[in-house]
């Protein structure tokens, strides 16, 4: 029996060397000298992958996407295992009454970056973030005192996160009394109380983290900026918010329903 013909199979792929990285995974370089990325980039790489289920009248090309392991999980569960018992935030469905906080990370040639954001719950909007190189209690509350300045909430306003040793820490506790914020933690084991938060993060290193590799903690942070800025809070739709976008639902929220003038 003949060997195998060597000449007919395909040559291997080269990589680069600059495209990889000191952490042995493969991607494209970026510098900082070529960001921002322009928001029309992102409106036209991130469209086949963002939003559930868009209408057959929008205008962009769309695809019915993955749903996440949120929902392949709930799918899974019974209908009594579906109803999770209220939490403190759960019962506001308002703009500006309760915030939602959490903490990723990206990798870098650096190191990592850890990326601290702040979710209005009722706009899914991202009102307030930061990246650092550390996990201390300073970043989360870098994070929620942009919020607080973004958003000016009244007395009373609700944060919920997980229990992670920064949002437990005195010194945060002590920004949320010194700002009226009340405090909601996660129930111990139920990843529906994460369910915003990681809905976003996995939305952004779809969209944005994992098509790169990233250089610098400055580049991410660059980026970072701009998709959520640009991209994230004015123009991706949503589909808890009737397909439109975080900045457009609040508008709409916010508008004063002036009273339709008498016909003549």
Same mark, same amino acid.
């Given at each position: ?119 209005? @719950? ?37 944060? /919920? ?48 983290? /994992?098509? /790169? ?8 942070? @660059? ?42």
């Amino acid at each position: 029996m003949s060997g195998p013909n060597i000449n007919r199979q395909p040559a291997l792929r080269q990589t680069p060397s600059c495209a990889v990285t000191s952490a042995g995974f493969t991607g494209t370089a970026v510098r900082p000298t070529e960001l921002p990325v322009s928001t029309s980039n992102f409106a036209r790489k991130a469209s086949p992958s963002h939003g559930s289920e868009l209408p057959a009248s929008w205008p962009r090309k769309a695809s019915r996407a993955d749903n996440g392991a949120v929902s392949r999980r709930q799918r899974s569960l019974t209908p009594r295992q579906k109803r999770p018992r209220p939490t403190l935030w759960a019962a506001t469905s308002a703009l500006r009454t309760a915030l939602r906080g959490d903490i990723t990370y990206i990798r870098t040639w650096e190191g990592w970056a850890y990326l601290a954001t702040v979710i209005d @719950l009722a706009s899914r909007r991202i009102v307030g973030f930061c990246i650092a190189d550390h996990m201390r209690a300073s970043l989360v509350e870098d994070a929620l005192k942009m919020a607080l300045k973004s958003r000016r909430p009244q007395p009373g306003l609700i944060f /919920h996160s997980d229990r992670g040793s920064q949002y437990t820490s005195r010194s945060f506790r002590l920004l949320l009394a010194q700002n009226q914020v009340r405090q909601s933690l996660s129930r111990p084991g139920q990843c529906w109380d994460n369910a915003v938060a990681e809905s976003f993060f996995g939305t952004l290193k779809t969209e944005l983290v /994992h098509r /790169h590799a990233w250089q610098t903690r400055a580049a991410v942070r @660059l980026a970072v900026f701009e998709y959520i800025e640009v991209f994230y809070n004015r123009i991706r739709i949503h589909s808890a918010l009737g397909y439109r976008a975080p900045a457009t639902y609040e508008a709409c929220t916010l508008q004063p329903h002036h009273p339709a003038a008498p016909a003549a």
